[in-house]
């Protein structure tokens, strides 16, 4: 919530290894920076594992699981070195880097969206390239980050989720009027039919229930 000093604000929270992780961000009225904390609970207490990689981040956004490891996505800096997401380690209960970075324009770039499906992550938002354009979807394998080879739309790709342990994202084209997608291998399915008869103004957010997909938005 929001007091005199600041606003906090929970991001993400999680299960892993029975116990519950949550990240938050708090930012202070008399600065322009944030702070951001991630907490354990253990079914009896919360504890506080944040270190400085979490606490000095320039913005934490998802908690998710890949190869039995539990990573916190954000935008992270360690002195000169920069990167996208931190592993903990549950032995000392402390984080650290994992994998490069793709949002190299840390004022600009951004994630919007991140889900997590096939071992790898994937996240839309703003990311540049030293050598073209910008880009909206980007994928972790546990190592590297990549921008998408085949993204599933030209124009934008805005909003995933995850469907039958598949990648689904709603986006935009201007060559098409698809609005949700599914990733097939390498490849991305139309999933829209139905959708043609409605105005999709925008979607917030996917949850799968009982072999169903439903999707929250503005129709």
Do not use: H, M
């Not at 600041?6 to 892993?16: H, K, P, R, S």
């Not at 931190?86 to 190299?104: A, D, M």
């Not at 909003?159 to 986006?171: F, P, R, T």
């Not at 008869?197 to 957010?205: A, H, P």
């Amino acid at each position: 919530g929001t007091t005199e000093e600041g606003t906090f604000e929970i991001v993400d929270l999680i299960q892993f290894n029975n116990d519950v992780f949550l990240c938050a961000a708090y930012t202070s009225k008399t600065s322009s920076s944030a702070t951001n904390y991630v907490l354990k609970w253990n079914g009896e207490s919360w504890s506080n594992i944040t270190n400085s990689l979490v606490a000095n981040s320039i913005t934490i956004d998802k908690l998710v699981l890949q190869n039995n490891e539990l990573l916190c996505i954000g935008k992270f800096s360690d002195q000169d070195k920069k990167f996208n997401a931190i592993k903990y380690n549950n032995t000392n209960n402390t984080w650290n880097q994992k994998g490069n970075l793709i949002t190299r324009n840390l004022a600009n770039d951004n994630f919007n969206s991140l889900a997590q499906a096939n071992n790898k992550v994937y996240a839309t938002g703003n990311f540049t390239s030293p050598n073209s354009g910008t880009y909206s979807l980007a994928i972790f394998d546990g190592n590297n980050w990549e921008l998408a080879q085949f993204p599933p739309f030209i124009g934008e790709s805005i909003v995933l989720g995850e469907y039958k342990q598949n990648v689904v994202v709603y986006g935009k084209s201007n060559f098409t009027n698809e609005t949700i997608k599914i990733s097939s291998g390498n490849l991305w399915q139309d999933i829209s039919a139905g959708l043609q008869e409605y105005n999709v103004q925008s979607i917030n957010s996917f949850a799968e229930l009982d072999g169903s997909l439903f999707a929250v938005g503005s129709f």
